[in-house]
């Protein structure tokens, strides 16, 4: 299934508020505070600034500029917040947390800079510390949306399905219109078997965004799993319409027409996920699959040739090829191929199978009764029937 984009933007930090400076007792506090207020609005005015670039692609070397500025005045725990924002938006991930963790020493209630913090984590690999900040993040604010649902993403990642759903689940609680919630949910209830609950928090998260193309996608996946090739085609659509270079929603539904019987349409499907990926080995199998159908034996070959290349541990494409050369009459061919198939994968009762066929065409009877006899012992109806009948 595909990958949604897991984790939400970063919270935008609202520019920090003026200082209210007490009444002056002297002239010369006067004089004192007069310079502190004027240093406070500068700081305020530069993290206005700064803030207002949050989000805009090209402009983090001018935020980093304008917290570095008010650093040079004071120390700030906006301006380490913004230039961590800043660095983590250049992909300076490492760098980005040390100005977190300096903004978060200065003000330990900063849940916005523990939530990003938990993000640059995740994006480092370090899952648990992510885990760590979201949670702190969550002591800090209750109501914090967006941190249950990056912490949801991050246990789906260790493994805690029940504690992303209970993590999303809460994350809708406080904002019911929170679409990618339902969307991940959905990712994890799929991942569970439940295709039907993962159904109805797809359609949720559509009926909140009716643009979240990957909602769609996510949809047509539990769809077809769930034999609705039809729905499944009709999501897969909605998904290209946006998003017209993606090879595995054309794959995806080059399967669902296969399932239909649409060979042709399943063929142009694969075709234009060649022509987007054409390092898509499930592609060209599957395209194979559909050639070998519609009669075109050869092409079917150099199909399963291409998937084999760009896949040497293709244990189906092996498969595939090794029917292709038995129905052209290479029996040796065939062998080998079935032969490479179980090598990969010792339990596909069904190479056993058909390599049991091709020695028979090459009568070679002693190979054929003990290519059946692991079949049957791997539960293979067919070739316990065969067995019996052959090899008595």
């Known amino acids: 299934m595909r990958r949604l984009p897991a984790l939400v933007a970063a919270l935008l930090l609202p520019a920090a508020q003026p200082v209210l400076l007490g009444t002056a007792l002297s002239t010369a506090s006067l004089l004192i505070s007069g310079a502190a207020a004027q240093a406070q609005s500068s700081v305020d005015a530069l993290l206005e600034k700064a803030s207002a670039l949050q989000g805009k692609k090209g402009s983090e070397p001018e935020m980093i500029k304008l917290a570095n500025q008010v650093l040079a005045i004071r120390q700030s725990a906006d301006a380490y917040y913004l230039r961590a924002y800043a660095k983590n938006d250049l992909g300076d991930k490492q760098g980005a947390i040390a100005d977190y963790n300096q903004a978060i020493a200065i003000n330990p209630q900063f849940a916005e800079a523990y939530y990003n913090r938990g993000n640059a984590k995740s994006d480092l690999g370090d899952k648990q510390g992510a885990i760590d900040d979201y949670s702190q993040a969550i002591a800090i604010n209750p109501q914090y949306a967006n941190a249950y649902n990056n912490r949801g993403v991050v246990k789906g990642d260790l493994g805690d399905k029940q504690g992303a759903i209970a993590d999303y689940s809460q994350a809708i609680a406080i904002n019911p219109q929170y679409a990618n919630a339902y969307n991940n949910r959905g990712g994890v209830k799929y991942e569970l078997g439940d295709k039907q609950g993962a159904i109805a928090d797809y359609s949720q998260a559509i009926a909140i965004n009716p643009k979240d193309a990957d909602a769609y996608y996510n949809r047509g996946n539990a769809k077809s799993a769930l034999g609705d090739k039809q729905g499944a085609i009709a999501d897969y659509n909605q998904f290209i319409a946006t998003n017209p270079q993606d090879a595995y929603a054309y794959y995806n539904r080059g399967v669902a027409k296969y399932a239909l019987g649409d060979k042709q349409g399943a063929i142009a499907d694969y075709n234009q996920a060649i022509a987007i990926n054409p390092q898509l080995a499930e592609a060209y199998n599957n ?34 090829r090794g029917n292709a050369k038995s129905d052209l009459g290479d029996k040796q061919g065939a062998i080998a191929d079935y032969s490479q198939a179980i090598a990969i994968n010792p339990k596909d009762a069904d190479a056993y199978l058909n390599r049991a066929a091709a020695w028979q065409g090459l009568a070679k009877v002693t190979e054929m009764c003990a290519d059946l006899a692991v079949a049957s012992r791997l539960g293979n109806s067919a070739a316990q029937r065969y067995s019996a009948q052959m090899c008595q």
């Open 287 to 320: 395209r194979g699959l559909a050639k070998s159908d519609l009669g075109d034996k050869q092409g079917v070959i150099a199909d399963y040739n291409k998937a084999i290349a760009i896949n040497p541990q293709y244990a189906q494409a092996y498969y595939n």
